[in-house]
């Protein structure tokens, strides 16, 4: 009998909430300030709506094919496995660019308050990384209700900063609405650009779509879960920019590489920007799910179906973990850290999960049925679409450029390796009910919970140590 497990609305809602919120918000206000001033507030709501289209139609594709490997996964099952291949390789590409962006906000948040120098950011940049890679690799699993501490643990910086900016806001109203003036200082020129920009900061939902046989009526509660975690995150991304444009001027944001840490000197002084600094550092450190492991095992699954080298199929002997991919997959990133720069990252990620994402919406025009529960199947699709469209086109020409090159560069990728025969024995135990339980459960994990049960491990053997002496 295999393992059943009914996960909660809550359990899903705090999966997608704690999968989204990581660097992104400590850096993306910055870079649209300089392109839209405060316009951004509507910037970050537009983003939002058009996040949440494309998270239902993962949530509605899940529900129709509840498989290890996502959009690789929905995709192959539509049309072919070539198809499925481009879905799954460009959002492997799309989702690897998280890593070094990660890198590059923790070393400028903890620049903000230990001053580093070119050679001491090369360093902090790779010791971040190779301390994911190896934590990963480790696969240490988080207790309990760990994950839903370090969510809230990670959303209450945002939220001191909130409420004492709309505290500041009654008390200055003059001060605070003069930020906002001229609300539009470059009209709409780089308003797509910065919705590209703007977007990138809710992805996350994709490494977040559980499998339906894991949710208690999956028809109803994936849909919600993913509405109202997408909703919380929107929520908390509007109120601190509103709070941001309205504590620092315009100029003063777009100069700046860490802005949340100029709101909390605003508000509080030198302790506002250590508090900034903390909850930055522990965002980033908690984004693990939605970036390293989650693309380990896309990789993973593609690897075991032939499509990709089988060396990424090969497993830990002690832990258990896909190590092979892990540690490209680290590699990658350092040097991406050390020659890429954030805007450009961002926008060349955004287009390869746009390319992946207009595939999943085709898709689920395929995969529907009529006669299912689920609502809006027809017209969410064709939304998605669009959406992905538009994200598409409106990146910048180098990064559309680069972008299709690489997709086309996966095409002899896959005409090399597509003959190859399954790895039966791994793609069985990889797809098997008790084997997707236990990795989505193990998706709850975070970098920073295991650095934790790391160290208390570590603690309770050094005790044992001084008692055998003793």
Not at 432 to 444: D, M, P, Q
Request: net charge neutral; glycine share 8%; with cysteine.
């Amino acid at each position: 009998m295999g393992l059943k497990r009914a996960l909660t609305e809550f359990d899903l809602t705090n999966i997608i909430v704690g999968s989204i919120v990581g660097a992104d918000i400590y850096i993306a206000s910055s870079l649209t300030a300089g392109l839209v001033g405060p316009f951004a507030i509507v910037v970050w709501i537009l983003a939002g709506i058009c996040a949440t289209t494309i998270a239902i139609v993962f949530a509605y594709c899940s529900y129709y094919v509840p498989r290890a490997g996502g959009p690789f996964a929905y995709v192959s099952e539509a049309f072919d496995d070539f198809y499925g291949f481009l879905t799954g390789w460009s959002m492997w590409i799309a989702e690897m660019l998280a890593l070094p962006v990660f890198a590059i906000a923790f070393a400028l948040y903890l620049g903000s308050v230990v001053p580093l120098s070119p050679t001491a950011e090369v360093a902090v940049r790779g010791i971040f990384i190779a301390a994911l890679t190896a934590v990963n690799i480790a696969g240490v699993r988080a207790a309990g209700r760990l994950n839903d501490l370090l969510t809230v643990i990670k959303l209450l910086p945002l939220l001191v900063l909130i409420l004492a900016g709309l505290v500041f806001a009654v008390l200055h109203p003059a001060f605070f609405l003069g930020n906002y003036r001229p609300f539009m200082p470059f009209g709409l020129e780089h308003a797509a650009y910065a919705v590209v920009l703007v977007f990138w900061a809710y992805v996350g939902f994709e490494m977040g779509t559980l499998p339906a046989d894991e949710v208690k009526n999956p028809a109803r509660i994936i849909p919600r879960a993913i509405v109202n975690g997408m909703a919380i995150v929107g929520i908390f991304y509007i109120m601190t920019n509103f709070v941001l444009y309205g504590l620092i001027p315009q100029v003063d944001l777009a100069a700046s590489a860490t802005p949340l840490v100029l709101a909390g000197i605003a508000l509080f002084g030198s302790a506002g920007a250590v508090l900034m600094t903390v909850g930055a550092l522990f965002s980033v450190s908690g984004s693990d799910e939605s970036g390293m492991l989650g693309t380990s095992r896309l990789a993973y699954a593609m690897a075991i179906d032939g499509l990709f080298p089988s060396v990424f199929a090969r497993i830990h002997p002690r832990y258990g973990t896909p190590y092979v991919v892990l540690i490209v997959e680290g590699v990658v990133a350092f040097v991406l850290s050390s020659i890429a720069d954030l805007s450009g990252l961002i926008s060349f990620s955004v287009f390869n999960l746009a390319f992946s994402f207009l595939l999943t919406s085709f898709a689920l025009i395929v995969l529907k049925d009529d006669n299912s529960p689920l609502v809006g199947q027809t017209v969410l699709p064709l939304a998605g679409i669009g959406i992905c469209l538009f994200l598409i086109v409106s990146t910048p020409p180098v990064s559309m450029i680069v972008g299709a090159a690489v997709i086309a560069a996966g095409v002899p990728i896959y005409l090399y390796f597509s003959p190859k025969t399954d790895i039966h024995h791994l793609k069985e135990e990889f797809l098997s009910e008790e084997a997707l339980f236990l990795r989505r459960v193990a998706k709850k994990e975070r970098y920073l919970a295991n650095f934790i049960r790391l160290l208390r491990e570590a603690w309770d053997a050094g005790r044992r140590v001084v008692r055998r002496r003793l």
